[in-house]
T-cell receptor
Framework: AQTVTQSQPEMSVQEAETVTLSCTYDTSESDYYLFWYKQPPSRQMILVIRQEAYKQQNATENRFSVNFQKAAKSFSLKISDSQLGDAAMYFCAYSWVGRDDKIIFGKGTRLHILP | EAGVTQFPSHSVIEKGQTVTLRCDPISGHDNLYWYRRVMGKEIKFLLHFVKESKQDESGMPNNRFLAERTGGTYSTLKVQPAELEDSGVYFC???????????FGPGTRLLVL
């Protein structure tokens, strides 16, 4: 069965610093998507970044980038120049390609930004 | 463009009562998903609609849960009768077609006492 593991329940980072959130996953599939979703306090979950497994190049979105290691089944999120608005719960997630669309989520990492 | 909306935002009910949650997807999105996060656990998939048809309901926990999407627009998720373990946050998401990014609503926080 596919699983997603986030080993860091909480993390803190100083404003303007860089932080990396860890995620590992387990699957026997070769083609799949990986995601990082962000849920700020009392607000809805939004997609931060998406990676297709067949693409070797790591996805980036402004200050957010991933380190996708397919062989190691690792998918970490790096946030550069952390801002107060980055404080949120971050979920790593997985879904298959070409089959059902359900997303498998990790338990989440709560990120605190220290001013 | 309006996002996914859910109603109510919070619901507190007693064990044995019935609760109906509503989700309005983004206009034009044929795919609608329900997920649930029980306290301290992962967000888990419940079911997937394509228009008004249930594509996958493998995540529905038991027959106390009934989801509908009449007319292929908004969806309702009814829990009857509610049990203590049903407490959690119920999320709805929608996408234009399968495999595309799913856009999530703010969730409904359900507390069963």
């Amino acid at each position: 069965a596919q699983t997603v593991t986030q080993s860091q329940p909480e993390m803190s980072v100083q404003e303007a610093e860089t932080v990396t959130l860890s995620c590992t996953y387990d699957t026997s599939e070769s083609d799949y998507y990986l995601f990082w979703y962000k849920q700020p306090p009392s607000r809805q979950m939004i997609l931060v970044i998406r990676q297709e497994a067949y693409k070797q190049q790591n996805a980036t979105e402004n200050r957010f980038s991933v380190n996708f290691q397919k062989a190691a089944k690792s998918f970490s999120l790096k946030i550069s120049d952390s801002q107060l608005g980055d404080a949120a719960m971050y979920f790593c997630a997985y879904s298959w390609v070409g089959r059902d669309d359900k997303i498998i989520f990790g338990k989440g990492t709560r990120l605190h930004i220290l001013p | 463009e309006a996002g996914v909306t859910q109603f109510p935002s919070h619901s507190v009910i007693e064990k044995g009562q019935t609760v109906t949650l509503r989700c309005d997807p983004i206009s034009g999105h044929d795919n609608l998903y329900w997920y649930r996060r029980v306290m301290g656990k992962e967000i888990k998939f419940l079911l997937h609609f394509v228009k008004e048809s249930k594509q996958d309901e493998s995540g529905m926990p038991n027959n106390r849960f009934l989801a509908e999407r009449t007319g292929g627009t908004y969806s309702t998720l009814k829990v009857q009768p509610a049990e203590l373990e049903d407490s959690g946050v119920y999320f709805c998401a929608s996408s234009r077609w399968g495999g595309e990014t799913q856009y999530f609503g703010p969730g409904t926080r359900l507390l069963v006492l």
